[in-house]
């Protein structure tokens, strides 16, 4: 118990709930000892009284605020059973975290929801971390067991425990992920690929639907991954416990059979499975107990798929896949064979003969039927030496059937499971260690537990046993590896329970003895049972219940569990008879036969026995309860030989509700796990434990005397007896100080003691200093304001006589005003009232002269029409008359006319006066044309004097008005004729000028509507060309874009191939290496020279000096498993890789004997590659081209069209009409048309001639040109020329042999330039294929070289500035880039293939270059970046690391940024000695950045001890140490900067305010390059780092929450950066000017002296 000080007012303790297990309460005064009450305040502000009957009955102290959320219980100051449940409930609840660590124990909650915490970027942040640093996770424990693996070669065990629906399953699948992640070095190989495979497999045959788990593993099973030497998987094996074979025949309500049965039914109407003869899941009796026929959100059909493709991927053919579902289907019919009972007392069964199941269930095992049905219903007996068959009663004969169902079945999962194994195993190297994964049972108590509850139970209290004696043997090492004055902790052991079960006459041995009895039966085991463990020899653990004499009760470690005995013995035999096993052995199925064979020639049945009349076969029967023991030793065993690690899963509620939290479900299951028991034995010893420094970081104000924070220990070992004055509470180790539970929060009140008496003394001085300075103020202020109100009221005073004068003067203006206004007003209206008047008299008038005259106008006009249609008549009559009359003359004329033509003598008179008449005829006709023309003169004579006549009286007549205006004469009498034709006249005037000014209005209003219509036109065509400017700009940016993307997708992928091939390329050197090796070792055998280990260059003329396996540019050396780990685990083109070896080479022979995946779909050579590659770049290029015309031809006729529209407006505004506006706005909308046509036509030829010279490079053979033809050699001076013999010689001096110092003393790309000046010499000279040797020779030495210089960054550099000089000196002087050029003289050898094997030497230099870099920094950024102080003092934080099992030993001097610049900067450095280009330098550094701030950032979000304020303070310390060097160096122009940002936004995060809602909106807005998740995380991980600082409360994160909702910034949903992004890279060509070798300054000392210059 805590010391009593401790129970002062306000402390916290806590009290038993009935609802809530534990509640918090506050006390109110202080306690004394004596006193039997203490007065206590909840929660809710009830006041309560706690009884105590003396100190111990004190209630359980609450810890400290600052151990408010710990990531580890043990580290927790009060170790007791509520302080665990509220920490986990806090943990749980409100930091969404769902692991806690209890010492080496970690405890997992089942959230029952998808959580993004499993990604292959939360293994990479795992992997390579030590346990203590990161927070507690699964990958955190298999971490831990591999790197134990690794570093100790010692075998590892992780034991996953807990209740069904816990989350067991879910947790090892998660941790054989892990292990078959950073075990497949780089790639995911066959084992790896089938370890995951076999978990869908055993879930559908071993898991099941229970009322507590939808999946629930009905089974325990222990899986052995095992590791080779560079820690990769090579092997696996699997063993499985004590199958629920009784589910196979009875399910309780609420329950589900195994998933399989449900698969198959779901999948009955595929057609290769309906010769199965499969129903719904309700018609079969094996599976409609439960009355659960489906879970909801899981599709068994999908299901069935996926069990179907792993045993595909383990090697099961589809054949026998299709016979391991007609014996499950087997099962499901033999379920609904209907025995029936005969007999007087039913003492005999039968089966009838047309029985279908029967009939289908023989056929699909291929057993006879009547033999079947006959031995359902009868036994055979041995009495007496002679054999007897006894008919049996129907529900013997159901029992017999059920034992068989449960037989097959159990048959079928052994065979499944070694069958698993076999495929687990591979024909490599034993392995040299293994991890072990146990999925088992937790500790099970239901309402009435039966045989199979009693084993898992035992085997739990085994467990626990070993659990306990490791957890003190743990504690015990720690405090000897500190050498601490310890004496032995006693802790509880179970020993006696496990005894009880195991021990001599113990409950196993009285069962299997009943068992062997003839006549043995549950009840006489039961009364066994009290004889032995009651009455003769009474067991501390063993009670018989009161009310029951058919059970017992057991006194677990867990809890108490009553058994019923009912079932026990049957159980425990599992026995089936004989005859239905010889029957199944006869079966004509190859896997049936194959089943039962093997149990036949077995010692004994893994999984019952079988039951004859033969006593010789009694040795036979093992039981189950024998076979499990057995089993379980030899796995208790296996763990106590290897380090185990423990998880123990915890389901927080029943009803599988997400994040609801169970208080009395979870202390149940913690009391059954044993957590309380770890808890317990820390809390014995010291569980408090301290480093020195973080103890005088956190209590340093306690200390007295001198203090030196560089020896915090000798502080501590000073001045702490003073503060404890009991010495048996605490105890100095080596490098930590230990406590006693109790004395960490002792402590916190000394510290709060102090703080508070330090904070009344400063608040003392700070109050009198400001009442000083108040008063002060305040008498200068009171001054003050007297003057300004003294001169405020005298400014008052004469602004008021302002006022009054101004008011005076302002009256008399308005009266002045008002009056004159009035007058004005009454002027006017009497103005305005005679106007309207005399207008409307006048207006009077006037409409009535105007009617007088319409009226008149309208008779003239009715009479004159009257009169014309009384003469139309007259003349139509007449016309008719006439038209009659001659009509009657013309008939009688046609009629005499055909009478005359009868006659033939009138013909004949006919014809000969015919040429009389035509000559009378010719001159009738001249006559008639001379008189036409003397008429028309005529006719023309008499119209142009009529004219003259009318001008005449025209002139007249204007002269007389004229006259009449000038002068007006007296009216004269004029006659009533002339004033009605005057009167006439003016009516006809007036109409006609009527007619006229309305004809005026009517073209005045087209004139309108065609001016209105013509700007609505010019607008329209204006916005028409303005859209389809936009369009197609915005048609080509999308197509440049689209472009672009297509080509940085293909970049990257190639140089993932690149990567790839290099990978296996290095693979394949070690493995050759390796295998000469052994051949060494085994005796001296002749080498074959394509396996020779001589790195020296080919001969220049072999054909083969340029194979992509000459020379690899990486180490042979295999890199160790750590490294492996944190390199990129798995190509992003994986998926899509190409292999680029030909079919002749072994490296097929040597990827099956290695168990390397192999594409067969993708089988092209590296040429093909190459000629792919160069067709697309070559297409996106002529793409471009074109596009780029296009984008001018649609400039020039953009302009075209606005000039026309120009000139159309112009036009249309004189005289022009609107229709040709209107077709010219057609006529260019058809033009765009027709262009969007073309463009469309000519992406589609782009993209299908880029497809077909993808498959079929042949299919588009280069086009010969007269102007690409070879020429003849050209005379080019300034070059070097390099012998034949002297070949060898140059590239040895020059690339392979050459000094590190004297290569790095040399001037940039001076290699690259001899080089090229010698294949310069030797193409100019007409020896092409002396000039392509050369060139290979010098690729392959480069090469050579890279491998060689493999980890030094220098010599990278150096050999990637040569290979980029050479690929752009051989470039430039292709034939295809000197066609514009003059003055470079081209290449005639076709070295095209060789500049593509630069280009890629290249990248392989590139990569080597990042690779060397981030091996030296990938252990020393998360060091320097986060965990270094760079700002002194600073640090302030009391978040410590968990005390682990193994802590990881400090050595030398912490790294920090000074380290990581260091690294930057030697790459800066080398890269600028060799002249690279600047772009490529911020290529290179933007990888890097981003590296350095992914892996930053996802250790930051996974260590609470880094989300604080202080540290946050560091971290961007170190960040802007990190721009600064970048934009000092000019790199911020490449996004190296811009990858930083989430970094810099996180740290932002951690130090701006969390309390108000204009705080999170802050945080909203200013942490844009964060997802929601990421975010969240940040807030939850806030601690305080002192007591001036408050954690974030759960209403800001949820306001936070609340306003993240409505962001959509496109962040990925990921919680952690993707720290194996690769940003693909682009090598900027660049020629350079004219290389001659007078240029090339050659120091002696390469001892090239041999070369001529031409």
């Known amino acids: 118990m805590a010391s ?75 170790l007791h059973e509520p302080a665990v449940l509220h920490n986990l409930r806090v943990r749980f609840l409100d930091y969404n975290s769902i692991y806690t660590y209890c010492g080496i124990v970690l405890v997992a909650i089942n959230p029952y929801d998808q959580l993004p915490i499993y990604g292959e970027e939360v293994i990479d942040a795992y992997s390579g971390q030590d346990m203590a640093d990161m927070e507690p996770h699964i990958f955190s424990v298999a971490e831990e067991a591999y790197r134990t693996m690794t570093r100790e070669d010692k075998n590892q065990s992780i034991i996953i425990s807990g209740e069904s629906g816990a989350g067991k399953t879910v947790s090892a699948k998660f941790t054989m992920r892990y292990f078959a992640v950073v075990g497949g070095a780089a790639q995911q190989t066959s084992v790896e690929e089938r370890v995951l495979a076999s978990n869908p497999i055993m879930e559908s045959i071993g898991n099941a639907k229970t009322t507590r788990n939808d999946n629930s593993s009905r089974f325990g099973k222990y899986i052995e991954i095992g590791f080779g030497k560079k820690g990769d998987i090579i092997a696996a094996n699997m063993r499985t416990y004590l199958l629920e074979k009784s589910r196979v025949v ?113 056929k699909l095992l291929g057993v006879e039927c009547t033999q079947m049905a006959h031995w359902l219903c009868h036994r055979r007996l041995a009495v007496g030496g002679e054999m007897l068959i006894k008919p049996t009663s129907g529900q013997q004969a159901l029992e017999a059937r059920d034992a068989l169902a449960k037989h097959i079945y159990g048959q079928l999962f052994t065979w499944t499971v070694q069958r698993l194994n076999s ?144 079932g026990f013995l049957n159980k425990n035999r599992d026995t089936v008879f004989e005859e239905l096993i010889n029957i199944l052995k006869a079966s004509q199925s190859e896997l049936v036969a194959e089943l039962f064979q093997q149990q036949g020639n077995a010692s004994s049945v893994a999984n019952g026995s079988v039951r004859s009349g033969k006593r010789a076969t009694r040795e036979h029967r093992l039981t189950v309860g024998f076979q499990f023991r057995q089993s379980l030793q030899m796995l208790m065993d296996t763990l106590n030989s290897t380090t185990p690690h423990y998880v123990r899963c915890i389901k927080p509620n029943d009803l599988k509700e997400p994040f609801v939290f169970d208080p009395r479900r979870t202390v149940q299951q913690l009391r059954a796990c044993g957590v309380l028991e770890t808890i317990r034995i820390s809390a014995a010893g010291y569980p408090s434990r301290w480093t020195y420094e973080d103890f005088f970081s956190r209590y340093r104000l306690l200390l007295r005397g001198p203090q030196s924070q560089e020896q915090p220990q000798a502080s501590c070992r000073h001045t702490l007896p003073q503060l404890i004055p009991d010495t048996d509470q605490y105890c100095f180790g080596k490098t930590k100080v230990f406590f006693r539970a109790g004395q960490v929060a002792v402590l916190e009140r000394l510290r709060a003691e102090r703080l508070r008496v330090a904070a009344v003394i400063i608040q003392s001085r700070v109050r009198g200093w400001l009442a000083r300075v108040r008063y002060s103020r305040m008498g200068w202020a009171i001054l003050t304001i007297q003057r300004y109100c003294r001169g405020a009221l005298a400014r008052r005073l004469a602004m008021t006589m302002r006022y009054t004068k101004a008011a005076l003067v302002i009256q008399k203006t308005y009266r002045m005003v008002a009056v004159r206004q009035l007058f004005l007003m009454i002027r006017q209206a009497t103005t305005t009232i005679q106007a309207f008047t005399r207008g409307t008299l006048q207006r009077r008038t006037y409409r009535l002269l105007v009617t007088e005259r319409a009226a008149v106008l309208l008779q003239a006009r009715v009479r004159g029409w009257l009169a014309r249609r009384a003469y139309r008549r007259v003349h139509a009559a007449v016309v008719f008359m006439q038209c009659c009359a001659r009509r009657r003359a013309a008939r009688r004329e046609l009629l005499k006319l055909k009478s005359e033509a009868r006659s033939v003598e009138k013909f004949r008179e006919l014809n000969k006066g015919m040429e009389v008449k035509l000559m009378q005829l010719q001159l009738k006709a001249d006559h008639e044309a001379r008189e036409s023309a003397v008429l028309r003169e005529t006719l023309h004579a008499q119209r142009d004097s009529s004219s003259a006549e009318l001008e005449a009286l025209r002139a007249t007549i204007q002269k007389l008005e004229g006259q009449k205006q000038e002068k007006p004469q007296p009216c004269p009498v004029i006659s009533q004729t002339e004033v009605e034709e005057r009167r006439r006249a003016e009516e006809k005037a007036a109409q006609e000028i009527l007619q006229l000014t309305h004809e005026l209005q009517v073209l005045q209003r087209e004139r309108d509507s065609f001016c209105k219509e013509r700007e609505d036109l010019s607008a329209r065509l204006l916005e028409q060309e303005k859209a389809q400017e936009e369009g ?65 260059p080919l001969s220049p003329s072999s054909p083969q000096s340029l194979t992509p396996l000459s020379v690899s540019p990486f180490p042979s050396a295999f890199p160790s498993p750590e490294e492996v780990r944190r390199v990129s685990i798995m190509s992003p083109s994986f998926e899509r890789r190409v292999s680029v070896w030909s079919s002749e080479t072994p490296m097929e022979q040597l990827m099956d004997r290695m ?18 590659y160069d067709a697309v770049r070559v297409a996106n290029r002529l793409l471009e081209s074109q596009l780029r015309g296009q984008r001018g031809q649609q400039q020039v006729e953009l302009e075209t069209l606005r000039c026309q529209l120009t000139q159309a407006i112009s036009g249309s505004s004189n005289a022009e009409h609107p229709q040709e506006l209107q077709e010219l706005l057609e006529a260019r909308e058809q033009e765009c048309v027709r262009l969007r046509r073309e463009l469309k036509e000519l992406k589609n030829t782009v993209s299908l001639r880029r497809l077909l010279t993808q498959v079929l490079p042949s299919a588009f053979p280069p086009q010969p040109s007269p102007s690409l033809s070879r020429p003849k050699p050209a005379t080019v001076t300034g070059l070097l020329e390099c012998r034949k013999k002297d070949e060898a010689k140059l590239i040895k001096n020059l690339i392979t042999d050459i000094r590190v110092d004297c290569a790095l003393s040399l001037p940039p790309g001076l290699a690259a330039g001899v080089l090229f000046l010698c294949v310069r010499q030797a193409d100019c000279s007409g020896d092409a294929a002396n000039a392509r040797s050369l060139c290979s020779a010098a690729v392959t030495a480069m090469k050579a070289a890279l491998k060689k210089h493999s980890s030094r960054v220098d010599m990278t550099a150096l050999w990637l500035k040569n290979a980029c000089l050479l690929h752009d000196l051989l470039t430039q002087h292709s034939p295809k880039k000197t066609l514009d050029s003059d003055e470079v003289v081209p290449l005639s050898a076709d070295l095209s293939d060789l500049i593509r094997a630069l280009s890629d030497l290249c990248i392989q230099a590139y990569q080597q270059l990042l690779s060397i870099t981030e091996k030296r920094l990938q252990n020393i950024i998360v060091p320097a970046l986060l965990e270094s102080e760079t700002i002194p003092g600073l640090s302030g934080s009391t978040s ?48 890097l950045t981003y590296l350095i701030a992914a892996s930053a950032f996802n250790s930051l979000l996974l260590r609470k001890d880094m989300c604080c304020w202080s540290r946050g303070m560091q971290i961007r310390y170190n960040v802007s140490l990190l721009e600064e060097w970048l934009r000092s160096r000019g790199l911020q122009a490449g996004g190296a900067v811009a990858t930083l940002e989430p970094l810099i ?92 070798a007078e240029q090339l300054v050659i120091p002696d000392s390469l001892k090239i002296s041999f070369l001529r210059r031409v």
Not at 430 to 446: A, M, N, R, W
Not at 1155 to 1172: N, Q, T
């Open 1155 to 1172: 168990d390397v995946a192999k594409d067969p779909a993708v089988k092209m050579k590296g040429e093909d590659l190459a000629h792919a």
């Open 1032 to 1096: 197609v700009l915005e048609a080509v940016s999308d197509a440049n874009v689209a472009l672009r993307a297509e080509l940085e997708e293909e970049r990257r992928k190639y140089q993932g191939l690149l990567r790839e091939f290099t990978r296996l390329e290095q693979r394949y050197d070690n493995l050759r290496d390796m295998s000469l090796l052994s051949e060494r070792t085994l005796g001296h055998r002749r080498t074959d020279s394509t396996q020779s280990l001589n790195l020296e």
């Open 423 to 566: 495929a687990l195993r591979t024909q490599r190297a034993q392995p040299k260690s293994f991890i072990g994964v146990l999925d088992i049972y937790g500790f099970e108590t239901f309402d009435r537990n039966s045989f199979e509850q009693f084993c898992i139970n035992y085997a739990n209290e085994k467990l626990q046993q070993q659990f306990n004696r490791h957890v003190f043997h743990l504690e015990q090492e720690e405090y000897v590896r500190e050498e601490l004055a310890w004496s032995r902790i006693e802790f509880s052991d179970n020993q006696q329970c496990i005894n009880l079960i195991e021990g001599q006459l113990g409950l196993f041995d009285l069962l299997d003895e009943e068992c062997r009895m003839p006549k043995g039966s549950d009840e006489s085991w039961v009364r066994k049972l009290y004889d032995q463990h009651l009455t003769s020899r009474p067991h501390p653990h063993f009670r018989k219940p009161r009310m029951s004499n058919s059970a017992f009760i057991v006194l677990h470690f867990a809890d108490t569990v009553q058994y019923e005995c009912d």
């Open 250 to 362: 009875f399910q309780a309500s609420a329950e589900r059979n195994y998933h399989i049965f449900y698969q198959l039914c779901a999948s009955r109407e595929l057609p290769e499975m309906r010769s199965l003869k499969l129903e719904a899941p309700d018609y079969f009796y094996y599976t409609s107990q439960g009355g659960e026929m489906q879970i909801p959100g899981t599709d068994d059909v999908s299901d069935l798929e996926r069990t179907r493709n792993a045993f595909t991927i383990l090697g099961v053919q589809p054949d026998q896949q299709m016979e391991l579902f007609r014996i499950l289907s087997a099962v499901l019919h033999l379920g609904n064979v209907n025995i029936q009972a005969s007999g007087r007392s039913s003492e005999r069964s039968y089966i009838d003969a047309d029985e279908r199941s029967l009939a289908v269930f023989s």
């Open 1440 to 1487: 410590r690391k968990r005390a682990g099992s193994d802590p990881r030993m400090v050595g030398g001097e912490a790294p920090t940024m000074v380290l990581v610049m260091r690294e930057l900067s030697a790459l800066h450095t080398a890269l600028s000695q060799q002249a690279l280009p600047h772009t490529q330098m911020e290529q290179v550094f933007h990888q």
């Open 4 to 78: 009593l000080e401790l129970y002062s007012k306000g402390a916290t303790v806590w009290i038993p709930d009935p609802d809530a297990v534990w509640v918090s309460a506050l006390l109110l005064q202080d306690y004394s000892p004596g006193e039997k009450q203490l007065l206590l305040q909840l929660s809710n502000g009830e006041d309560v009284g706690y009884p105590v009957g003396s100190p111990s009955d004190l209630p359980p102290l609450g810890n400290p605020d600052i151990l408010e959320g710990e990531n580890d219980l043990t580290a927790l100051s009060f």
């Open 1545 to 1636: 936004q996180a740290v932002q995060l951690l130090q701006a305010g969390k309390k108000s809602e204009a705080d999170a909106q802050a945080l909203v807005q200013t942490c844009t390059a964060l997802s929601s998740q990421q975010i969240v995380k940040i807030l939850t991980h806030y601690s305080p780092n002192s007591d001036l600082d408050e954690r974030v409360t759960l209403n800001f994160i949820r306001q936070v929450q609340g306003l993240l909702k409505g962001r959509t910034d496109g962040q990925p949903p990921q919680l952690l950066m993707d720290v194996r992004r690769v940003f693909p890279v682009t090598f900027p060509y660049s020629p350079s000017p004219v290389l001659r």
